[in-house]
């Protein structure tokens, strides 16, 4: 992903309504979009940053940093040195302000259609706005509108994947559950697995994921759900809104999933169990039993939310 350049400030703060602004009252042409602390860029382009609102010594920051225009939160004072050099946008949710701020200059770098190198299902549905990558194979899937899958993933029959749904490189959505019965004699057969995947609106899948179809009904992850890099996800398990599962994550099946969950790097959660609303889990924990709502899992420990 990449962004145009130059850019103006007008132009990023156009449609914001709920914004303070002090310091340059210039509408800069802008060149970088830079980290706070970047200092390997010419200095005679102008750039743009944000301070995270949580830093202690956020004042000191931006008094030193190279960029011109900063997104900030409301408690930083523009001092003498400033007046002359910076421009400060004072908003409720610096983070959240820049990123749509930047997005709105980004270029889109992904061919609309199906490459040709990919091996997609007859009877696949694939809305016409969607991206498909070099050597995916698509199956029986339906495929939402402004949808992006990057190379190499591999889709089986039976997904369905919403609109504007992010899946990165090498993903593996659909696969047969890890279900088996055993026999009298000890061995194992496999269960049948007659059910699908199904992805919601504006979710995305890091790249190396692998999400496994339900053994009878659906696995399925909720609207705007995030999920990161190298994490499985196995049969049954639904996931709801607005989740964030980060890298190497590790959910068994029939496992369920509240709004607003956060799981750290690294967790295990146990089969059937059920993570309630707005659950936090901390990073490597093995969640063994169930987690209810506003609750946080650290360790062995599951205690509420503070």
């Not at 145009?4 to 156009?14: A, G, H, S, Y």
């Not at 659909?174 to 088996?180: D, T, V």
């Not at 999920?227 to 599962?245: D, Q, R």
Request: aromatic share 4%; proline share 3%; net charge neutral.
């Amino acid at each position: 992903m990449t962004y145009k350049q130059p850019f103006f400030l007008d132009e990023l703060l156009n449609g914001m309504t709920t914004y303070t602004r002090e310091g340059l009252p210039d509408n800069h042409q802008l060149h970088i979009v830079a980290s706070i602390s970047d200092i390997d860029y010419d200095s005679t382009k102008k750039a743009i940053t944000w301070c995270h609102p949580s830093a202690d010594n956020r004042q000191e920051i931006i008094e030193k940093t190279q960029a011109t225009v900063i997104l900030c939160d409301k408690s930083i004072v523009l001092s003498s040195s400033m007046q002359s050099t910076k421009t400060l946008i004072k908003v409720d949710n610096p983070k959240l302000a820049f990123t749509r701020m930047i997005r709105s200059i980004t270029i889109d770098q992904n061919e609309l259609g199906i490459h040709p190198s990919c091996v997609v299902h007859t009877e696949a549905k694939i809305d016409a706005s969607a991206s498909i990558g070099p050597n995916c194979t698509i199956g029986k899937c339906i495929i939402g509108a402004k949808t992006v899958i990057h190379g190499n993933c591999h889709l089986y029959d039976g997904v369905i994947v919403g609109d504007e749904v992010v899946i990165e490189a090498g993903v593996v959505l659909g696969a047969e559950g890890f279900g088996l019965a055993k026999t009298s004699e000890g061995a194992w057969e496999r269960f049948p697995h007659l059910g699908g995947v199904r992805l919601s609106n504006r979710v995305e899948v890091g790249a190396g994921s692998t999400i496994d179809r339900g053994a009878i009904q659906d696995t399925f992850i909720g609207e705007g759900t995030k999920i990161s890099k190298a994490v499985h996800i196995s049969h049954n398990v639904k996931i709801g809104k607005h989740c964030l599962i980060t890298g190497a994550v590790s959910i068994a099946g029939s496992t369920t999933i509240g709004d607003h969950v956060w799981l750290s790097p690294g967790v295990t959660i146990l089969n059937k169990l059920s993570i309630g609303d707005h659950a936090f889990v901390a990073i490597g924990a093995t969640v063994t039993q169930s987690i209810p709502d506003h609750y946080q899992a650290i360790g062995r420990k599951i205690i509420p939310k503070t």
